[in-house]
């Protein structure tokens, strides 16, 4: 069985909202440095509201959430807001691309909210859109992609900040098979190169069977559960890929 990390970036306790307790029930999770997760659970379960607490969207009723050693739970909203912005990188299920703006730029928004030049900015989130493989569409306007560029290019925006902590939600969704293999190949990668707590929210057991070990959620509860048998098909990374793992990383700040 695969065990919560014993020294985890994100770690929640207690988790309960509303108040009565009927959507989270003391939900928690605890994820390691370099440790890419998944979150699986049925509509209906509490995934959804469990992300918004994780991501800060909404505060819980009840429970602690600390981030790097650092108790969120226990800080002024000012302090909570600036510690979720600089240190976690969010993926919603709709991708939520801004869609007068180039892939490029969208993908850069993240740096240029944090007061990095455009130009920089712009170099940067091309190192991410390569990763991804849709460096190609850079120039393009985010209207006129499909689904499933638009999602990496939404993975790609909420990493070029080189968070901490990444929430995704089904990343693989809509994907072809061997895009999806890629893309989980490519997450798991990011974990161990830099040191993310990779956090993906899933109802497919298939894409939780990607990661390194699957946290069950069901009534508003969690519970650890072992890694599901990854696929066979899923390689390690190639040598293209890790050199650009080593740009990425180069080019990385906290």
């Given at each position: 069985?695969?065990?919560?990390?014993?020294?985890?970036?994100?770690?929640?306790?207690?988790?309960?909202?509303?108040?009565?307790?009927?959507v989270l029930r003391g939900a928690g999770?605890?994820?390691?440095?370099?440790?890419?997760?998944?979150?699986?659970?049925?509509?209906?379960?509490?995934?959804?509201?469990?992300?918004?607490?994780?991501?800060?969207?909404?505060?819980?009723?009840?429970?602690?959430?600390?981030?790097?050693?650092?108790?969120?739970?226990?800080?002024?909203?000012?302090?909570?807001?600036?510690?979720?912005?600089?240190?976690?990188?969010?993926?919603?299920?709709?991708?939520?691309?801004?869609?007068?703006?180039?892939?490029?730029?969208?993908?850069?928004?993240?740096?240029?909210?944090?007061?990095?030049?455009?130009?920089?900015?712009?170099?940067?989130?091309?190192?991410?859109?390569?990763?991804?493989?849709?460096?190609?569409?850079?120039?393009?306007?985010?209207?006129?992609?499909?689904?499933?560029?638009?999602?990496?290019?939404?993975?790609?925006?909420?990493?070029?900040?080189?968070?901490?902590?990444?929430?995704?939600?089904?990343?693989?969704?809509?994907?072809?098979?061997?895009?999806?293999?890629?893309t989980a190949r490519i997450l798991r990668s990011i974990a161990v190169?830099?040191?993310?707590?990779?956090?993906?929210?899933?109802?497919?057991?298939?894409?939780?069977?990607?990661?390194?070990?699957?946290?069950?959620?069901?009534?508003?509860?969690?519970?650890?559960?072992?890694?599901?048998?990854?696929?066979?098909?899923?390689?390690?990374?190639?040598?293209?890929?890790?050199?650009?793992?080593?740009?990425?990383?180069?080019?990385?700040?906290?």
């Open positions: 069985m695969s065990l919560p990390s014993d020294n985890p970036i994100l770690n929640a306790a207690g988790l309960t909202y509303p108040a009565d307790g009927s999770l605890a994820v390691g440095e370099r440790e890419a997760v998944a979150v699986l659970g049925e509509a209906g379960s509490g995934k959804s509201t469990l992300l918004a607490v994780l991501s800060g969207l909404i505060d819980p009723a009840a429970g602690t959430l600390w981030a790097n050693g650092r108790p969120l739970h226990a800080m002024e909203p000012e302090q909570r807001i600036e510690v979720f912005r600089r240190q976690f990188g969010v993926l919603p299920q709709d991708c939520r691309i801004l869609p007068e703006l180039t892939v490029a730029e969208n993908v850069a928004l993240p740096l240029r909210l944090a007061g990095m030049s455009a130009a920089h900015a712009v170099e940067r989130s091309r190192i991410w859109l390569e990763r991804f493989e849709i460096e190609r569409h850079a120039p393009r306007r985010a209207a006129t992609l499909t689904a499933p560029v638009l999602r990496r290019a939404a993975l790609a925006r909420a990493l070029v900040n080189d968070p901490l902590v990444l929430l995704a939600d089904e990343p693989l969704a809509g994907l072809a098979a061997q895009t999806a293999e890629s190169s830099h040191g993310t707590a990779v956090v993906v929210f899933t109802r497919d057991p298939m894409t939780a069977a990607y990661f390194n070990r699957t946290i069950r959620l069901a009534d508003g509860r969690t519970d650890v559960q072992p890694a599901g048998p990854r696929p066979a098909a899923v390689p390690v990374l190639s040598g293209a890929e890790a050199s650009r793992a080593a740009r990425a990383t180069a080019g990385g700040h906290r």
